[in-house]
């Protein structure tokens, strides 16, 4: 006859094989407080093997030994997790509120947080970046309208501003993250703890995760160089400095007999045949070492006697049902439960890995007939909540501090391998009718939000997950797209790209042919994700399904808008022909719709192909057209978009007067209206004019407070760009070694933008840079990469300047006549060819004059008159072209032997 465990279970154990785990993070928290820097632990294993545990006895002996420690811990979730749900959590603990807290005490609470840590400091960004996270909304800051039009530098300030939070909270006190469970966590919020654990500097704060094995399987890259332990296997790979990755592994025998003995300590003095067979039959895990004890009770191998006692009895060892795998353990876990209870936990379990006993008294009351008169009785509730207290006391089950609903009771299962068995146990059409209670039970308690723009209420992207599943699960597919529609807006608003683009497919799957209007605006959002995370093929199919609905519903104004982000990608691709007929269509809609603001865009996009064309008089006319629409709107963002292109374009033609009229103009708007992202793109500008005519001061002065700018905002992109031409301008004045560290650097930030362009730029600097070591080896290979990368993007303007650069390599390794000699003659040849049917003559000038050089320094030059007069025909040709672009400015030496300053 089987046992139930007694409300005063005593068998538990202190935990065992650790020590060196513990030591690990002991030692961590040290390098942490002394170096004032962030360093990480992983852990990586198996169910069963002890993780949160570990974390348990962890985070209290770090706190007595640091009782200055601030400690932050938060679990990764699945289904209505939301796309940064484990940061989110973070936050809401810094700051001190409860998941059912209302949005005025989560905003009060918040604004108090940032107050004490910046001391009222640019506090507007971090209260809308960081509320933003936890679906607090605030009004917006300047700096973050300025970036609103670019999602690529609103995420990158977004991920700047939570770092920088961290960095500053942490110097007040160290601070322990603690994530639970990465592996459930999605794609955008690993991105995010992996951007904290590659940035995080200059504070003590110490990082540690854990995880299932699975999370190597969806990052590889996660796993690095770790301090080998007793009881850790290293773990290969790469990951930024001072984040150790260990597996923990099981126990080793002599520790599990001592966890048995822990755990057998109310019997006194046990025999070794019973802590033997739990040794054998639990392979090292401490969950099965657990479920062993229960077993020896449950079989009366263990009783408590009359005397109050535990009393062993080995003849009854042979017939308990000892679990041989932790799943056996828990179909053990299951059967052990009396029929109402199991059922109340299967009905838990369709609410997922956290419930409600509000939740749990709906389902249950399914099965009972309203009373004809109904006084609020709580007797179910009553009941169920013995009922759940029993399964506490079991480990069935968690009781949680806060809700995420406002006088709810929430609760989570103490495994949740016994959740997902449980629910895998049940009958299908029973399942589905209890999501769909489940479902109608969560939207009347979820508030929806005033003003928002959809039925589904303006909820919080992890309320809207969570309907959205179970309406899912539950059958009734149109209201679960709706939801699922409306999370992905939430996550896009948070530049979760990836999860956004899984519920949009998953939202718009649902809608099937119903309410095109609202398809029309999904695939838009879905198209431009798509683009953000690099799948253009895939932003491509969304714009054109986009295009296709506003035909059929005659909206020009919609159709132009498909035709202009087709376009884009395929600009952004190097496909310019393609790219030039979307942007020409698009603009005909926007004409056709009257839709100014539709057709200054159009113009603007149209004459950025004609830039990176380097067909500069027809770029001119676009930008100028869109500049006078943009001026009679009056935005002055967008004015100063048009007048910063229109200053390309004036550079790129020589006509530095009127370049640096333009950029000025640019860069004053943008200072009134705080757009340091703009400001760090203007100034790279104005720096490059001073570079191109050899005031490197004046360059470099541009160039590091752009990239001041461009660092304070996190605009990655930008600060490649503004590197590359720091590096240019450090070699160009003889500093190789220098300006080949700062390129790589470049190159480093630039391997993960997908921009051909800037790529190609970064490696001929790089190319030119070895060139001045004398390793022509290097410089070949690097400029031949450049090449290429300008061959596929078709932009020809850096194509000609890349072949000039090969030929100056060819040159530099020596002239001696025969191969070398006649591949830098064609190299300066196509150049040429290139920029004249271009009509770049700033590039041509160089070129002529850079083959001049070249030519000269043939040995029989001097004596051979054909050879002379090319010579003096390309010089007169160069100094024609200074003549007409400078007027009587005088030409730096190094004109010569340029390299063209870039802005991608």
């Keep these: 006859m089987a046992q139930h465990e007694s409300s005063t279970y005593p068998f538990h154990s202190p935990l065992v094989g650790r020590d060196r785990e513990l030591a690990d993070l002991d030692d961590a928290l040290e390098r942490a407080i002394d170096r004032q820097q962030l360093t990480a632990v992983t852990y990586v294993g198996g169910r069963g093997v002890g993780k949160s545990r570990l974390l348990d006895e962890a985070i209290t002996r770090l706190s007595r030994r640091e009782p200055n420690l601030r400690v932050l811990r938060a679990r990764a979730h699945d289904a209505g997790g939301g796309a940064y749900d484990p940061i989110a959590r973070l936050l809401r603990a810094r700051a001190g509120v409860s998941e059912g807290a209302s949005e005025t005490d989560v905003r009060s609470a918040f604004a108090k947080m940032i107050g004490e840590v910046l001391g009222g400091t640019a506090t507007a960004e971090f209260l809308h970046v960081l509320g933003a996270y936890v679906g607090c909304s605030y009004p917006e800051s300047p700096l973050l309208a300025a970036v609103d039009d670019d999602p690529v530098q609103r995420g990158a300030l977004q991920r700047a501003v939570v770092r920088r939070f961290l960095e500053i909270d942490g110097r007040s006190r160290p601070i322990a993250l603690v994530l639970e469970d990465l592996e459930r966590a999605s794609d955008d919020a690993l991105d995010l703890v992996h951007s904290l654990l590659s940035s995080l500097r200059g504070a003590p704060i110490l990082l540690v995760a854990t995880a299932r094995p699975e999370l190597l399987v969806r990052r590889p890259d996660w796993s690095g160089v770790t301090v080998p332990g007793a009881s850790s296997a290293t773990l290969p790979g790469s990951v930024p400095s001072d984040h150790e990755v260990h597996e923990l592994l099981p126990l080793r025998p002599d520790d599990a007999a001592q966890m048995v003995l822990h755990l057998l300590d109310p019997v006194g003095d046990p025999p070794e045949d019973l802590i033997d067979a739990a040794v054998d039959v639990a392979g090292g895990s401490p969950a099965l070492l657990e479920q062993m004890v229960r077993a020896y009770v449950a079989s009366g191998t263990l009783q408590l006697g009359e005397d109050a006692r535990w009393h062993v009895h080995l003849d009854r060892l042979d017939d308990a049902q000892l679990p041989l795998s932790v799943e056996d353990a828990i179909a053990a876990r299951i059967a052990a439960l009396s029929p109402v ?510 083959l001049a050089t070249f030519l000269e320094l043939d040995p029989d030059a001097s004596t051979d008159p054909v050879r002379a007069h090319e010579v003096q025909r390309l010089r007169t040709r160069a100094a024609e072209i200074e003549d007409r672009l400078h007027g009587a400015q005088s030409v730096p030496e190094e004109a010569t032997d340029p390299n063209a300053s870039i802005e991608a």
């Design 341 to 850: 209870e199991r059922k109340l936990l299967e009905h838990a379990a369709v609410m997922g890995g956290v419930f409600w006993l509000g939740g749990l008294v709906a389902l249950g009351r399914l099965e009972r007939e309203a009373p004809d008169l109904w006084g609020g009785a709580e007797d179910l509730a009553a009941h169920y909540r013995d009922l759940l207290e029993g399964l506490r006391e079991r480990d069935y089950v968690l009781a949680l501090p806060d809700s995420a609903m406002t006088g709810e009771s929430e609760l989570a299962f103490k495994h949740n391998l016994e959740r997902e068995t449980l629910y895998g146990l049940m009958n299908a059409n029973e399942v589905k009718r209890l999501h769909l209670h489940v479902a109608e039970w969560l939207e009347a308690r979820f508030p929806a939000r005033a003003g928002a723009r959809s039925e589904t209420g303006g909820r919080s992207e992890e309320q809207c997950e969570l309907l959205a599943t179970h309406f899912e699960r539950g059958g009734a597919t149109r209201r679960a797209g709706y939801f699922w529609l409306e999370a992905a807006d939430q996550a896009r608003s948070r530049f979760a790209n990836a999860r956004a683009a899984e519920q949009y497919e998953r939202g718009l799957t649902f809608l099937g042919i119903e309410d095109e209007v609202r398809q029309l605006d999904a695939l838009h959002d879905l198209g431009d994700v798509l683009q953000l995370a690099g799948k253009n093929e895939e932003a491509i199919q969304a714009f054109q399904r986009m295009r296709r609905i506003a035909f059929r519903l005659d909206l020009k104004a919609k159709g132009g808008v498909a035709h202009n982000r087709i376009g884009r990608v395929y600009r952004a691709i190097g496909h310019l022909d393609v790219a030039m007929r979307h942007l020409g269509n698009g603009h005909a809609l926007f004409d056709a719709a009257a839709d100014a603001r539709g057709v200054a865009s159009s113009l603007d996009d149209v004459g950025k192909v004609h830039w990176m064309r380097g067909t500069y008089d027809a770029a001119e006319r676009f930008f100028q057209k869109g500049l006078e629409l943009r001026r009679d709107l009056g935005d002055a963002r967008s004015i100063a978009l048009s007048l910063n292109n229109l200053g390309l374009v004036y550079q790129d033609s020589g006509r530095f007067e009127a370049a640096r009229d333009a950029f000025s103009e640019a860069i004053a708007l943008r200072r009134e209206i705080g757009d340091r992202t703009g400001i760090a793109q203007t100034l790279n500008n104005l720096g490059s004019i001073y570079q191109d005519q050899g005031d490197h001061g004046r360059a470099l002065e541009h160039y590091r407070e752009a990239l001041d700018h461009a660092r304070a905002v996190g605009d990655r992109m930008r600060q490649a760009v503004i590197l590359t031409n720091l590096g240019e301008t450090q070699y160009r004045q003889g500093q190789p070694a220098q300006a080949i560290a700062t390129l790589r650097e470049a190159e480093q930030i630039s391997a993960t933008l997908g921009d051909r362009i800037l790529e190609g730029e970064i490696l001929r600097g790089l190319a030119k840079a070895h060139l001045l070591t004398h390793d022509v080896g290097e410089a070949k290979t690097l400029v031949a990469r450049s090449i290429a990368l300008f061959e596929q993007a078709k932009g020809k303007a850096f194509l000609a300047v890349a072949l000039r650069t090969a030929g100056e390599i060819e040159q530099g390794a020596g002239w001696g006549g025969g191969e070398a000699h006649a591949r830098a003659r064609t190299f300066f040849d196509r150049s040429i060819q290139l920029l004249e049917e271009l009509g770049n003559d700033v590039e041509l000038g160089r070129s002529y004059a850079a």
